[in-house]
């Protein structure tokens, strides 16, 4: 059986938020996507499987595309869609971590032949 853990610190992970609720208030919350992908980095990078660590490879700049087109579909919908939203971007952090192997290498968990 594989073992996750994580190793990341209370230290880091404050200094990370300051700097996000900086970016938030800074950008007057367009910075959202930013903010999210920083998180997602940090989140990957302190998350280990067996002592190997993962990697984010999401850009903010994706995902502030994404961003938008759900901002407006949660505007059409008088706020539905925002029931959405939260699985949204969990899947589309899922799809942009990879697990690093002992080589150094990742690994997207899709086999090519």
Do not use: C
């Not at 609720?21 to 940090?42: A, C, H, Q, Y």
Request: aromatic share 18%; charged share 20%; no cysteine.
């Amino acid at each position: 059986m594989k073992k996750l853990n994580f190793d990341g610190s209370l230290g880091s992970f404050l200094s990370l938020e300051i700097v996000n609720v900086l970016i938030l208030i800074i950008t007057l919350g367009f910075g959202m996507p930013w903010v999210l992908v920083r998180r997602f980095r940090w989140r990957a990078k302190h998350t280990l499987l067996d002592g190997r660590h993962f990697d984010f490879t999401g850009e903010a700049l994706d995902l502030f595309g994404h961003w938008v087109l759900w901002w407006l579909l949660t505007l059409i919908t008088f706020g539905l869609y925002s029931f959405i939203l939260k699985l949204k971007v969990t899947e589309w952090e899922v799809n942009h971590t990879v697990y690093i192997d002992q080589f150094g290498g990742s690994f997207d968990g899709q086999t090519n032949y």
